[in-house]
């Protein structure tokens, strides 16, 4: 009985030992960290898309490499954290999706390279001094927004819009550089602006609330506080009968009424491409940064037209870039 336990012992010593050495195993090959900044359809969709094509590029989490993957819940002390434990996870790169994770996440660049994904403007936000030539071991993706072009495809839906609310998150550098934008836009083409500014996702219900009452519609850009907060401003701006033009196709799937924009899943993809890149050696300064502004779709969410009689023009049914999206079931 005696050896039959001593026996049993041994066993279990050995079944220890061949799992930690497939631990060991699973933990080779080069670890990528990744810090998104909250949950909503736009950041997901990257996080997704980044996975899936580092998967066909040969990247198998848990066998040859290792993701590490912290979501900061759109809390900023959370981005510090989670930025201060990847100094001690002795990572080969570090994605940074969002630009406030992007800025905050440059630290790390001064031993780790990192790979921004979803920045609008990477040089206002400190992130480069060049787009072509990268030059603090960061360089990236850019969700550059069409705000000229989706205040024209405003006026094609409503050729009586006149005065247009924009909401968004005053501390976000994304934001702050296309709500510039669209208000110069706005005044080249007549419209009056009326701003709501917010702190959080919070205040959103009211700037919404507060704008419905005095707009013919309302602009929000890839802003995250707002995108967050989409389900709200979608019945909101439903039950006052006004459209909310928005600069991402998620936030059209979310229940936006049109964009004209990139495709995110697109971005998350290329984001993926230039990770594999630097893992295989290639310095960051020599990966100038992928601005997304060229083939740009029209998307249109065709129950908020349905439910806000709006009429798609021939000119824009016709167009082959046309995606016709629907609110979330």
């Known amino acids: 009985m005696k050896k039959l336990k001593s026996w049993m012992m041994i066993a279990a010593l050995g079944l220890s030992l061949m799992l930690s050495g497939c631990s060991e195993k699973a933990a080779e090959g080069p670890r990528i960290g990744v810090i998104q900044l909250m949950e909503h359809t736009s950041l997901n969709m990257i996080y997704d898309s980044l996975k899936e ?11 040859n490499c290792t993701i590490v993957f912290k979501n900061a819940q759109g809390e900023q002390s959370n981005i510090g954290s989670i930025v201060s434990s990847f100094q001690s996870e002795k990572l080969d790169v570090v994605v940074a ?11 790390l660049a001064e031993t780790t390279p990192v790979i921004f994904s979803a920045v609008t403007d ?12 990268p030059d603090q071991n960061i360089t990236g993706t850019s969700d550059e927004v069409a705000v000229a072009q989706i205040l024209d495809l405003a006026l094609q839906l409503q050729p009586e819009l006149k005065t247009l609310g924009m909401i968004y998150n005053v501390g976000e550098v994304n ?7 669209a208000k110069e836009a706005a005044e080249k083409l007549g419209l009056t602006v009326i701003e709501a500014p917010v ?13 419905s009452e005095k707009c013919d519609a309302l602009f929000s850009p890839n802003d995250n506080t707002v995108a967050t907060a989409m389900s709200t401003v979608t019945q909101i701006t439903r039950s006052a009968g006004i459209p909310v033009y928005v600069g991402a196709d998620s936030m059209v799937m979310d229940g936006g009424t049109a964009t004209i924009g ?10 993926a491409r230039m990770v594999d890149q630097v893992l295989k050696g290639t310095d960051v300064s020599a990966i100038p940064v992928k601005v997304f502004n060229e083939n740009l779709s029209v998307y249109v969410n065709t129950d908020a037209l349905e439910e806000l009689h709006l009429t798609l023009p021939e000119s824009l049914a016709a167009d ?3 995606v016709t999206l629907k609110d979330p079931q």
């Open 320 to 322: 082959a870039q046309l």
């Open 199 to 211: 702190a959080n996702t919070s205040e959103v219900a009211q700037a919404a609330q507060v704008l």
């Open 97 to 107: 999706i969002a630009t406030p994770t992007a800025q905050s996440a440059a630290k």
């Open 175 to 181: 934001s702050q550089t296309n709500i510039a934008k």
């Open 53 to 63: 094509e580092l998967e066909t590029l040969g990247y198998q989490d848990g066998e």
């Open 122 to 133: 990477p040089i206002t936000s400190g992130l480069t001094s060049s787009l072509e030539h």
């Open 262 to 271: 990139i495709n995110y899943v697109e971005l998350g993809k290329e984001t």
